[in-house]
């Protein structure tokens, strides 16, 4: 089993949709939550970071953690064909000062015009 | 800041060559990690430096993979000699904290 689960997708939705995509993992030690997003051809690059649980919230784009599920989500409301890209979570424990990442799969997301 | 910079963009070699790919950190960060991304196994995190010095190179899948980072601002992985199942695109990130900011990849390919 890997420590990160993620539904690689493709996921297909109308512009204007809300998404939701989701990670689980598996370390309880887990305290850190990133979630990247990659266009194609390009490096990931940082969209949310959470530590320990609880919501956050950016524009359109709120990410939640569930520790006791072992649990996070990214919610995209009213959805525009330029998020369209790959969504990867990522996590780290407390521990690792450098900061070391465990990261998902990865969903790829399309929205159409 | 110009980012993490990594070269070449894309590189095409034959079987049993030489292959080094560069990156250059954002400076102040004192994480270096090298990474590979295909589409059958994701993002698969190679070595990770702290401070210069290697920490884990547990994911470096062969002796023919080698890294190093001679100073703060300068890492290179090598493949000698490489194969075609190497073709990947290989980023290099670099962190401060959590969280990493990642250069735009070489994109490899070995015929």
């Known amino acids: 089993q890997k420590e990160v689960e993620q539904d690689p997708g493709p996921l297909s939705v109308p512009e204007g949709a809300i998404v939701s995509l989701n990670c689980t993992y598996s370390n309880s030690a887990f305290q850190y939550f990133m979630w990247y997003r990659q266009y194609s051809r390009k490096g990931p690059e940082l969209l949310m970071y959470t530590y320990s649980s609880g919501n956050k919230e950016d524009g359109r784009f709120t990410a939640q953690v569930d520790k006791s599920s072992k649990y996070i989500s990214l919610f995209i409301r009213d959805s525009q064909p330029s998020d369209s890209a790959t969504y990867l979570c990522a996590m780290s424990d407390a521990s690792s000062n450098t900061g070391k990442l465990i990261f998902g799969q990865g969903t790829t997301l399309q929205v159409k015009p | 800041d110009a980012g993490v910079i990594q070269s070449p963009r894309h590189e095409v070699t034959e079987m049993g060559q030489e292959v080094t790919l560069r990156c250059k950190p954002i400076s102040g960060h004192n994480s270096l990690f090298w990474y590979r991304q295909t589409m059958m196994r994701g993002l698969e995190l190679l070595i990770y430096f702290n401070n210069n010095v290697p920490i884990d190179d547990s994911g470096m899948p062969e002796d023919r993979f080698s890294a190093k980072m001679p100073n703060a601002s300068f890492s290179t992985l090598k493949i000698q000699p490489s194969e075609p199942r190497d073709s990947a695109v290989y980023f290099c990130?670099?962190?401060?904290?959590?969280?990493?900011?990642f250069g735009s990849g070489t994109r490899l390919t070995v015929v």
């Open positions: 990130a670099s962190s401060f904290s959590p969280g990493y900011t």
